[in-house]
Structure formats: C-alpha cells, structure tokens
C-alpha cells in the first residue's frame, strides 16, 4: 500500500527572520495556504521526532517533502518552494539578472551575522566597533544597488529575490534602532541603500512581523542571550509564547544596564 503524499511542511521558530523569508516569497506567490508552517517553540527541548527529521543541525527553519524529504538552510527552501511553485516567478528568469541577484544575496550572511553580534554585544567599549562596521556592510549595498539599479528602489523591476532576502533581517534590525540607537546617518553614502530598505519594509507580503514584536521578543538578545537560552536571575525567556508579546511592556531601552526580571519583562 502507498502512503497518500503529505502537505510541504515548514518546520519554523515563528519570529525567525530566516522563516520569514519563505513566508514572503509564499505571498508574493499567492501560495501561502499550500506550504503547512508547524511552529517550534526554541525555548523548550526540541522533542526527539524533530531532531530525527533535522539531523546534522538544530537551526530551523527545515522543509518536509509531500514525500518526507528533508531539506534545510533558508537560500535553499526558498529555491525549492520557488521552482515547486514557479508562478508568478520571484526569481529572475533572465541568466545574468538570476546572477546579480545571487551576488546580491552572498552578502546576507555577512549582514545579517554583524548585525546580531552588534545586538548581542556586552561590551559599552566596542559599540562604535560594530557601529561602523555594520555602516560598512550598508555602504557595500548601497554601491552594489548603485551599480545595478542607479535610480529605482527595488534591485529590479519590484520586490524580488534579493528583497525577499534581506527584508527580514532589515526588520530584525529594528532591535538595533531601539537598544543601539543604530540609524543610517542622513548622507549620501548611504542614501540609495536607505531608499531599498525603505521599500522592502513597506511591501504588503512583508509584514509577517511588527517592530513591537521584534523589540519585545528579542530583548533577551540585547543583554547576550540568544535562540531562547535563559539569563541569570530568569525563569522564562523573552521568547516564550505566553504571555503573548501584545500584553508585555516595552522593555527599557538600557541594554548596558542590569538584566531586566521576568517581572520586569511582564513573562
Ligand atoms: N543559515 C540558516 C540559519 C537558521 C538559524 O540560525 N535559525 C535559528 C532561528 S532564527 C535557529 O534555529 N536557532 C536555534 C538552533 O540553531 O538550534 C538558514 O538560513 O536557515
């Protein structure tokens, strides 16, 4: 007897910017409601069915075939969901422009990683360190956008691939605004970069996450503790999912300060 193929499974940390990816892409497409997304919740053991579908590695998200197939790393699932469901295209089709784009996207690991070691740093002394370097990875975007696309917004004709790409780490970086006070400075250096992100934060199939949300739930990163790991003094992490982040207060903005309570935090 044949087993009836099973729907394409995304196994996800729901606020994970890597997740969110496929989650834009799926919209762009009109296809969300054809991929089952099974939320994970990092700050617990993951149970022993998890790990067996996930070997090699714990990071998530990781994709299940209709025919139990595992495939993991963002770029990749995102490839696959991308030739499964080939219309409308959000990659491009043209060999040389499919290329600029790849370049575009080596640069996310690079950006992404600076950015969560800026947040993730202890040290009041090293602020300006990860401060201008993560200027200098905007200032690479910007001229490669300056080279490719001189006077759109997006990289090509609308939101695509590469803003698909970045958009959710643009988003995760508002917790660099809040605890940072991180901003472009208002230069020409960096305004054709400024002009992308703007773009990408405003798309409609990009708005699976809130800056309230990101703030609140990524707090934990700012005083050192990440992917849900629990901090002295806590009994729960910031990313829990009850109580839900609505009802929580803001928390303070002093990241070089003590580490806020669970009270603090209204967990
Ligand atoms: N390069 C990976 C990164 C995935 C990643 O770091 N996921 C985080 C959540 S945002 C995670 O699963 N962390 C927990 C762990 O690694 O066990 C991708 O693009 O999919």
Same mark, same amino acid.
């Given at each position: #007897?044949?087993?009836? %193929? $099973?729907?394409?499974? +995304? =196994?996800?940390?729901?606020?994970?910017?890597?997740?969110?990816? &496929?989650?834009?892409?799926?919209?762009?497409?009109?296809?969300?409601?054809?991929?089952?997304?099974?939320?994970?919740?990092?700050?617990?053991?993951?149970?022993?069915?998890?790990?067996?579908?996930?070997?090699?590695?714990?990071?998530?998200?990781?994709?299940?075939?209709?025919?139990?197939?595992?495939?993991?790393?963002?770029?990749?699932?995102?490839?696959?969901?991308?030739?499964?469901?080939?219309?409308?295209?959000?990659?491009?089709?043209?060999?040389?422009?499919?290329?600029?784009?790849?370049?575009?996207?080596?640069?996310?690991?690079?950006?992404?990683?600076?950015?969560?070691?800026?947040? #993730?740093?202890?040290? %009041? $002394?090293?602020?300006? +360190? =990860?401060?201008?370097?993560?200027?200098?990875?905007?200032?690479? &975007?910007?001229?490669?956008?300056?080279?490719?696309?001189?006077?759109?917004?997006?990289?090509?004709?609308?939101?695509?691939?590469?803003?698909?790409?970045?958009?959710?780490?643009?988003?995760?970086?508002?917790?660099?605004?809040?605890?940072?006070?991180?901003?472009?400075?208002?230069?020409?250096?960096?305004?054709?970069?400024?002009?992308?992100?703007?773009?990408?934060?405003?798309?409609?199939?990009?708005?699976?996450?809130?800056?309230?949300?990101?703030?609140?739930?990524?707090?934990?990163?700012?005083?050192?503790?990440?992917?849900?790991?629990?901090?002295?003094?806590?009994?729960?992490?910031?990313?829990?999912?009850? %109580?839900?982040?609505?009802?929580?207060?803001?928390?303070?903005?002093?990241?070089?300060?003590?580490?806020?309570?669970?009270?603090?935090?209204?967990?």
């Amino acid at each position: #007897m044949t087993t009836a %193929p $099973g729907p394409i499974t +995304v =196994f996800h940390i729901p606020v994970c910017p890597f997740s969110q990816r &496929l989650e834009i892409l799926l919209a762009l497409k009109g296809r969300r409601s054809d991929v089952h997304f099974h939320v994970v919740d990092i700050t617990q053991s993951r149970p022993e069915w998890l790990k067996a579908k996930s070997t090699g590695s714990t990071a998530l998200p990781i994709l299940e075939t209709t025919d139990g197939q595992i495939l993991r790393e963002s770029l990749i699932i995102l490839q696959y969901l991308e030739d499964v469901f080939p219309e409308p295209a959000v990659a491009q089709r043209d060999p040389y422009r499919r290329a600029v784009e790849g370049l575009m996207t080596r640069m996310e690991a690079d950006f992404g990683q600076q950015g969560y070691l800026y947040v #993730m740093n202890q040290d %009041p $002394g090293r602020r300006e +360190v =990860f401060r201008d370097s993560l200027l200098q990875l905007h200032a690479q &975007l910007n001229d490669f956008l300056l080279e490719h696309s001189p006077s759109g917004t997006t990289l090509f004709e609308s939101f695509g691939w590469a803003e698909t790409v970045f958009t959710p780490l643009f988003m995760r970086f508002w917790f660099l605004e809040y605890f940072e006070d991180f901003a472009l400075p208002q230069e020409p250096r960096y305004a054709r970069v400024r002009a992308w992100r703007e773009a990408c934060l405003a798309h409609p199939a990009a708005q699976q996450v809130s800056r309230e949300q990101i703030v609140k739930l990524y707090v934990d990163y700012a005083h050192g503790a990440g992917n849900g790991a629990l901090l002295p003094g806590r009994q729960r992490s910031s990313f829990v999912f009850e %109580p839900d982040w609505r009802t929580r207060p803001w928390p303070s903005k002093l990241k070089y300060g003590p580490i806020p309570s669970d009270a603090d935090l209204g967990l």
